[in-house]
């Protein structure tokens, strides 16, 4: 069998003796215009195959593109949910060889059958098991996918070769609903736990391969949580019988299986180039939705003096602060393997740098590492006045001139485990205790606004004293002088 990816959720898939389209989205943008395929992909029309079937799981926009479909030949069998504006829609295309699909309707094309898997998902959809004698693949697509649903298909099938799983817990409309968009670890984790239950012999990250554009581009930060690094890593720990069959899945990859053996055929796909590999712009940030921070430098430091300072601290100081502190402040950061991504924003430009804390010798790197999972953006001229102790972490953090967000956790084959929220400290804030800045600080405007005014300060004076009784303080008239 060979699973070709167009892009997303669209996949060709080549059984011994049939060919079958699924979810066709074969033109960017596609979703009424708010959705791009990524990574970037080219579909060249002309060459896409001839198919036996074609199959719709459910009628979002990002699956069911009436463009496409209209593109398609129309005396194709279709494959639907029992859904009404589907089966309208492909009627006035053309389309006149439309099956219903029901929870588990089973399909057989002759060396081929087909499982239809139930989705807990309110609308009408449905996962699609291919077998045939070389191997089984279950594509989840968008599908809930409960205990009940993994017995009924491990009951037909005992063993899955391929899974297109379903893995990013995505935070759709959080944002706009005034939801939490903290990371979901308990969603999260239940993917996890259901891929360890289905126990396939190798996994690729299914549909949930695309970005928003336009003036929709900001949800790229608050949607996405998980990379698909993070997720292909963590299926290694929370499954580790997987081994290295855990395969990234782009536009224009196929991936070949039988009798149990996996080939990944990276950009092989006759049809589907990938162009860009633009996910950087998936990059969950959202510290940094619909504002992004400016640094304005109200205080006017030398932008050169500004980058030396900073580059020194973070490059050579904070690097061996951490080293000297590994086995103390950074305790935790270590037992927990926290990635530290670190970006300043200068007047000017942008910079990254991290920390791995799972290496023994903890050196900064610059770059974006996409395994982060504690993420600190300041901007250069709070962080300066926080390295020369002119201004504090209470101008930085409050000001809203620095942000900060964790999503730290352990896959594990019992579950995702979690630190306290409170456990694990900013690097920057354990190097520059914001209690002794504050008091640094202070003390400095003692000193300047106390010889300023010293001289012009209001007369006043006192005749009484305080009295401590107990628990009590009493004002008491001091006696006259005689």
């Not at 699973?3 to 898939?13: C, E, K, P, Q």
């Not at 209209?70 to 492909?90: F, S």
Request: with cysteine; glycine share 4%; proline share 5%.
């Amino acid at each position: 069998m060979q699973i070709h990816m167009i892009g997303h959720a669209s996949i060709f898939v080549e059984t011994q003796d049939c060919k079958i389209l699924m979810d066709p989205v074969l033109w960017d943008p596609h979703g009424e215009g708010i959705e791009d395929v990524c990574p970037k992909r080219e579909v060249i029309h002309e060459q896409l195959p001839e198919f036996d079937l074609l199959i719709i799981s459910h009628q979002h926009l990002d699956h069911f593109d009436i463009r496409s479909l209209a593109y398609l030949p129309k005396t194709v069998d279709v494959l639907i949910p029992k859904d009404k504006l589907i089966e309208a829609c492909l009627c006035k295309l053309g389309y006149s060889h439309i099956y219903h699909l029901s929870d588990f309707t089973e399909v057989k094309l002759g060396a081929t059958s087909l499982l239809a898997t139930r989705s807990e998902n309110r609308v009408p959809e449905h996962g699609i098991v291919f077998a045939d004698k070389s191997g089984i693949c279950w594509n989840q697509v968008d599908t809930v996918v409960s205990l009940d649903t993994i017995r009924y298909v491990k009951s037909h099938y005992p063993q899955i070769d391929l899974l297109l799983a379903s893995w990013q817990p995505m935070l759709e409309i959080n944002y706009q609903t005034n939801q939490s968009l903290s990371f979901p670890y308990s969603e999260y984790n239940q993917l996890l736990e259901k891929i360890n239950l289905i126990r396939s012999k190798a996994i690729a990250p299914g549909a949930n391969g695309f970005k928003f554009i336009n003036g929709s581009s900001w949800l790229n930060q608050v949607v996405f949580p998980v990379t698909r690094e993070q997720f292909c890593k963590d299926v290694r720990m929370v499954y580790p019988e997987i081994g290295e069959n855990v395969f990234a899945f782009d536009p224009g990859d196929i991936i070949a299986f039988k009798n149990g053996e996996f080939s990944h055929l990276k950009e092989m796909c006759q049809f589907v180039k990938k162009v860009e590999d633009d996910r950087e712009s998936l990059d969950f940030s959202p510290i940094n939705v619909g504002n992004n921070l400016i640094d304005d430098n109200l205080d006017n430091y030398n932008l050169d003096e500004m980058k030396q300072a900073i580059n020194e601290e973070i490059c050579l100081n904070l690097p061996k602060f951490i080293m000297e502190n590994k086995d103390s402040l950074f305790l935790e950061h270590c037992h927990w393997q926290v990635i530290y991504q670190l970006e300043i924003v200068f007047p000017d430009s942008r910079k990254q740098w991290f920390f791995d804390f799972s290496q023994d010798n903890i050196q900064v790197q610059a770059g974006r590492n996409p395994f982060a999972n504690f993420f600190t953006s300041i901007t250069a001229s709070s962080f300066y006045g926080v390295l020369k102790q002119i201004k504090g972490w209470d101008y930085a953090t409050q000001g809203g001139y620095a942000r900060s967000f964790q999503k730290i956790y352990m896959a594990t084959q019992y579950g995702i485990n979690k630190p306290q929220e409170t456990s694990i400290k900013n690097p920057l804030i354990l190097k520059f205790p914001p209690q002794n800045i504050f008091e640094k600080i202070r003390h400095r405007e003692v000193e300047k606004w106390g010889q300023s005014n010293g001289k012009s300060s209001i007369p006043h004076e006192n005749n009484t004293y305080m009295m401590k009784l107990g628990n009590h303080l009493v004002r008491q008239l001091k006696e006259p002088k005689t």
